[in-house]
């Protein structure tokens, strides 16, 4: 391992003059290093069967460009090598911090709020529907079962589709993997990392996506989006949040189980598929998401 990353930095004039021993980070598909001022991401094996490097290297440096992510380096797209600036002072976020750092959660919101604001415009449509479809092409062709029961809840998820679509929102760049590790807290601002998945979205996915990765409580979210809308949000927009929580897991369910069918070492997939799809279905159940998808479904205009 050290070799290849001391192979890597040779190549990338960025890196010219490092020495030392890199540092690694965290990652569940790639491989993270600190050298130095920098940091240096080398993709993951199988990555580039879902992912869009081309799309991810013109995001990451809109993102930059927005103010809410580090100074992109070095990128090269046909192999997804990324060297981005090092951000001293920082803390790599967890489900714990977000719990535990007074103020994270509207830290996050805000950082969030800053990128969708920004006018910048990734190359990318974040298609969740497409993307559950093109997961499952994928996953057909590997020997790794679907949790059981999958098929029926992404049927049942068409009618949430046609509620979504009688209130769209429009559409904004987003980070779209708000993954707790990809935000860096400096206690007064956070940091946004890791544009993989990033594209041109429903702002309420990140907000929906980031209280499910964050295992926010109930008072954690009314924070995050009190600090996203500057006040109370508008009903359809909660509306949307709680039905991206569901949606992201129903999605990302297919995502472990291909990192499963990888090979990936990084983490339990079978378990962290099932619990995902077991969430969703719990969620989907009670009666508070259903009055949310009924609240859309009768929306007449946007919010």
Known sequence: MQDDVARVAAGISALAGWQGTPQRLGGLTNRVYRLGDAILRIPGEGTSEYIDRGNEAVAARAAAAAKVSPEVLHMDAASGVMVTRFIDGTVTM????????????????LALRQLHLSGQVFPARFELFAMIDDYLALLSTRDVALPEGYHG???EAVAIRAALDRAPAPLVPCHCDPLCENFLDTGQRMWIVDWEYSGMNDPMWDLGDLAVEAGLSPEHEEQLLAAYFDGPPPPEARARMI???AMCDLLWTLWGLIQLANGNPADDFRAYADGRFARCRALMATEGFRAQVALLAGATRQS
């Open 153 to 155: 809840v992404v049927a």
């Open 243 to 245: 039905i991206y929580k």
């Open 94 to 109: 967890t489900p714990e911090a977000f719990r535990q750092r007074p103020g994270a959660p509207a830290r996050a919101a």
